[in-house]
C-alpha cells in the first residue's frame, strides 16, 4: 500500500487531473487518473501541487533583525552595510539562532524547502558562521540550508579577508562567495574574482558572488566571472547574484556579455524585492529600476532564478518569506506580464532556483523526492496573482504545514449574508 496519493491535481506545466503516488518519502508514479490504495487521499479538487519553493539567495545570520539597533534611514545599500557593521558587535549567537529558526518555520508554512543563505565570514571571530552552521544542523530535519562564505566587507579590502573566508569554508561552509564591486578598485574586484573561482575550483566547491550590485555600468565583473568560469572549467557550478550593473549598462555591450555568460554556463540570481528597493538610490527622476536583464538572459538560455534576499535586516524592513511575493514584484519589474512570462517568474522561484542550488531529486516526476506544497490557487499565473494560501506542505512524503483554506462570508447589508467563496 502506498504512503500517499494526491489525485486530482493541476501541475505547474498545465497538465490537470494528475495523480501523485508517493511511497517511503518519494513519488513512484504521476499520471492522469491514477488510483491506488493509499494510507492518506487527498483529493486536490482541480489545485495546484506544486514543488517546493526554493530560495536560491538570502541573508539568514541579518534575517529578522530590523530595528537593531536602528533602522536603515536612507534605505539605500551603503547605509545598510555601515548599519550591519554597527550591528555585528552586538550579535550573540543565541540570537541570531533563534531568529533563524524563527525565520524557518516562517519559510515552512510558505512552502519554501531549500534556503541558499549567504553569511558573513569578515569578522575574524567568525560568529555568524557558526551561528548558521548550527542552524543548519538543526532544520536539516525539515529545510535544505545551504551556506554561502561571504566577505561583506571586501576579501581584499581587509588583510585577513581570504584567511576568515577560507576558515569559513575549513567549518564546513558550502559555497565559495564574493562581492568584487565592493573591493576598492576594479582591478581588485577582477583579481578577487580570479583568486575565489580558483579557491573554488581546488576545493571542488560551487561558486556564487554577488555581483555588481550597483548603478554603475561600468561594473562588469559579471563579464570576469563568466570568463574564470569558463578558464577553470567550472560552468554549471558558478552563480552571480543581483548583477543589477547590466540593467544600466550599454545595450552593445549587453549583446555581448549575455551570450558570453550564457557560454560560460553562469547563472544569475535577481532578487527582484531588493533590487527595487535598492537601486536607483542616486538618481532623481527618472528612476532607474536596477533589476538585472531577466527576460533577455533568459531568453539567451541562462538560467535565471529570483531571491528573496533580504527580511527585516538592515536593508529591508519587508517581507515574510514568501516566494510568490518575490515572483510577483519580479513579473512587475521584469514586465513579464505575459501568460509564458508569468509562468516563467514560477520557475524563477522553483525548478529554476533549485537547478541554481544543485537540488538532487527536485520536481514532481517518478523518482523525485515527495517534497511539494499544494496551493489554493487553479494554476500557476494564479497562485502568483494571488501569491495564494499554501494548504498542505510536504517534505520527503511527511505533512509539515497546512493552512486552513481562505473563504470569505459577506457581512454586506443589502447582500444575503450567507454568501461564501474563495477569493480569485
Ligand atoms: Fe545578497
Known amino acids: 500500500m502506498l504512503d500517499l496519493m494526491v489525485t486530482n491535481a493541476t501541475l505547474p506545466d498545465g497538465r490537470t487531473g494528475m495523480s501523485v503516488a508517493v511511497q517511503d518519502g518519494r513519488i513512484t508514479e504521476v499520471a492522469a487518473g491514477l488510483r491506488a490504495p493509499a494510507e492518506e487521499t487527498l483529493d486536490a479538487g482541480g489545485k495546484l501541487l506544486s514543488p517546493h519553493f526554493c530560495d536560491p539567495h538570502f541573508h539568514m545570520d541579518a534575517a529578522l533583525s530590523y530595528g537593531l539597533p536602528r533602522v536603515n534611514e536612507s534605505g539605500t545599500l551603503l547605509e545598510g552595510i555601515a548599519l550591519w557593521g554597527e550591528l555585528k558587535p552586538l550579535l550573540k549567537a543565541e ?229 510568490l511575493e518575490v515572483a510577483h514584484m519580479g513579473l512587475h519589474v521584469a514586465q513579464m506580464t505575459s501568460q509564458k512570462g508569468v509562468r516563467a517568474c514560477f520557475d524563477a522561484v522553483t525548478t529554476n532556483a533549485a537547478k541554481v542550488m544543485h537540488l538532487q531529486g527536485y520536481g514532481i516526476d517518478k523518482g523525485c523526492q515527495a517534497s511539494f506544497v499544494l496551493l489554493q490557487a487553479s494554476d500557476a499565473v494564479e497562485a502568483i496573482r494571488l501569491r495564494a494560501n499554501r494548504l498542505k506542505v510536504w517534505r520527503h512524503g511527511v505533512l509539515l504545514a497546512q493552512t486552513p483554506e481562505v473563504v470569505a462570508a459577506l457581512q454586506v447589508p443589502g447582500r444575503p449574508n450567507d454568501v461564501r467563496f474563495q477569493l480569485r
Not at 553569511?119 to 529545510?143: C, F, H
Not at 576598492?184 to 575565489?196: C, F, H, P, W
Not at 547574484?241 to 557560454?263: F, G, Q, W
Request: glycine content about 8%; aromatic content about 6%.
Open 95 to 323: 540570537h541570531m539562532i533563534d531568529r533563524a529558526i524563527a525565520y524557518c518555520d516562517w519559510a515552512v508554512a510558505r512552502g519554501l524547502l531549500a534556503i541558499r543563505s549567504h553569511v558573513d565570514t569578515s569578522d575574524p571571530s567568525l560568529l555568524p558562521v557558526e551561528a548558521m552552521l548550527e542552524v543548519k544542523k538543526r532544520v536539516a530535519g525539515y529545510i535544505d540550508l545551504q551556506l554561502v562564505a561571504f566577505p561583506q566587507d571586501g576579501v581584499l579590502r581587509s588583510s585577513d579577508g581570504v584567511d576568515n573566508l577560507k576558515r569559513a569554508l575549513d567549518l564546513g561552509v558550502d559555497i565559495v562567495g564574493g562581492i568584487p564591486h565592493f573591493e576598492r578598485t576594479m582591478d581588485e574586484g577582477a583579481t578577487s574574482v580570479k583568486l575565489l573561482c580558483e579557491a573554488a575550483a581546488r576545493r571542488g566547491k560551487l561558486v556564487d558572488m554577488h555581483c555588481d550590485e550597483t548603478d554603475d555600468p561600468l561594473s562588469r565583473h559579471i563579464e570576469t566571472l563568466a570568463f574564470q568560469t569558463q578558464r577553470l572549467g567550472l560552468q554549471g557550478r558558478v552563480n552571480g547574484s543581483h548583477c543589477t550593473s547590466m540593467h544600466s549598462m550599454d545595450n552593445y555591450y549587453v549583446s555581448k556579455l549575455i551570450p558570453l555568460i550564457a557560454e560560460s554556463g553562469v547563472s544569475v540570481v535577481a532578487n527582484p524585492l531588493i533590487n527595487i528597493t535598492l537601486q536607483g538610490r542616486h538618481d532623481t527622476y527618472p528612476k532607474r529600476r536596477g533589476m538585472t536583464r531577466v527576460p533577455e538572459l533568459m531568453a539567451a538560455g541562462v538560467n535565471v532564478a529570483f531571491g528573496h534576499d533580504c527580511v527585516m535586516d538592515p536593508w529591508y524592513g519587508m517581507g515574510s518569506g514568501d516566494m
